[in-house]
């Protein structure tokens, strides 16, 4: 069994400790140490890291009483020494802050709407709490973290300690115990008791300021995303200095950003509008261009066309364009960033299956497509191939109309 000197005292950083056994897994070097300040992976938060006697502590694994360190290189110490750890301390103090903060969370929720936490999630940018309800009222994320922070500033007393199985029965737990014997009870000042072996704060004030994020549903249950003290802090001001810098650029005050920023999307959304009328009057111009210069088979024109840079929106609108022409068949074709697409038409007066000639096309130079017999679409030949295909492609459509 190892002592878990965070049970009984969550601030401390350094310890000593006899070293109980070395062994390796997967590896790695793994320490058993007769006592330790290490925390290990449970309860939805994360291990502790650090050093041991000078080397990482990479990883912290807990089996059946025993609390195993995982190292990064092989220790100069043997079984049977003492050792010194030190655990890092911001890591171990933010996890604390997110854990007492979840608990405070959890119990406001179930207080204010009955919705129980399911599951919680301490990462290491963001810290999650799943509630079993899909549907969480308009105003719920407002009014949790007003509460929650007007709750977090009364510094309430949160302490750590240890009763049996008789007398938990008389605590008013959100959930019961998911084990037996003597169980490590967190209380929030008579305001939440939790079974927790977690490490924690001492006062609710250590939590603030608390930030809610978002909901997400996820199936039957919704997933609230949160911050807590110096991790929300250092959200804010990272938010704070984008919003100033944004604010920058458009030479306003913060207050006028977002509706800078509407302005903004209306006239990109008017630009846009005319962008595309004017690039359909080119395209219109250029296919009618095209169909004029085209050679023909009998009374049917074949137009031929292979770009560097159109797009394959580009190419699907002038494909729509020749399909309104009379008599007409398009092999269209772009090679933009060096990846080869193509768009084969042609108008409902002209008895070919485009599909086809495109699939055995392309099958010449190892790519692949298909359609419809008025329209396919097809690539994956080597973009150097391409003016090839078309002339397999043109080959096909003269046989077939003549």
């Given amino acids: 069994m190892t002592e ?94 997110q854990h007492s903060g979840q608990h405070l969370l959890s119990q406001l929720i179930h207080q204010r709407y009955g919705f129980e936490t399911v599951s919680v999630h301490f990462g290491r940018e963001e810290s999650t709490l799943d509630l079993n309800t899909a549907e969480t ?77 978002r909901l997400e549903r996820r199936r039957h249950q919704t997933r609230l995303t949160f911050l807590c003290g110096l991790r929300a802090c250092r959200d804010y001001a990272e938010k704070h200095r984008l919003l100033t810098e944004t604010a920058g650029l458009f030479s306003t005050e913060i207050a006028a950003v977002p509706a800078m920023v509407q302005r903004m999307q209306a006239q990109m959304r008017e630009l846009e509008h005319k962008h595309m009328e004017l690039q359909r009057r080119l395209l219109s111009q250029e296919t009618a261009a095209l169909v004029a210069a085209a050679p023909r088979v ?62 055995e096309a392309l099958a010449t130079f190892g790519g692949r497509g298909g359609g419809r017999p008025e329209y396919a679409q097809g690539g994956g030949a080597p973009a150097a191939a391409v003016a090839a295909v078309l002339a397999e492609a043109r080959r096909r459509c003269e046989e077939a109309l003549a």
């Fill in 4 to 97: 878990r000197l965070d049970y009984l005292n969550a601030y401390r950083q350094q310890f000593d400790a006899q070293v109980l056994a070395i062994e390796d897994r997967a590896g790695v070097p793994a320490v058993l140490l007769d006592r330790t300040c290490f925390y290990p992976t449970s309860g939805g938060q994360l291990h502790d890291t650090g050093l041991l006697g000078g080397v990482p502590v990479i990883d912290v694994v807990a089996e059946e009483g025993e609390v195993w360190h995982l190292l990064a290189t092989s220790p100069s110490f043997a079984a049977g020494e003492r050792v010194v750890g030190a655990i890092d301390w911001p890591r171990r103090y933010d996890h604390m802050q």
């Fill in 137 to 213: 009222p308009p105003a719920f994320l407002s009014e949790i973290e007003q509460a929650a922070n007007e709750l977090a500033y009364l510094a309430l007393e949160i302490r750590a300690y240890f009763v049996d199985e008789q007398e938990v029965r008389r605590l008013p737990l959100r959930r019961p115990p998911a084990v037996s014997g003597l169980i490590r009870i967190v209380e929030i000042d008579g305001y939440d008791y939790s079974a927790c072996g977690g490490t924690h704060v001492r006062t609710t004030a250590e939590i603030a300021p608390i930030k809610l994020l």
């Fill in 298 to 359: 009998g009374d049917v024109a074949i137009v031929e066309y292979l770009s560097p840079d159109a797009s394959v929106e580009a190419l699907k609108q002038m494909a729509a364009l020749l399909r309104e022409q009379p008599r007409c068949v398009g092999l269209l074709a772009s090679t933009v960033e060096g990846k080869a697409t193509l768009v084969f038409c042609r108008s409902d007066d002209v008895v070919l299956h485009v599909g086809e000639v495109l699939r």
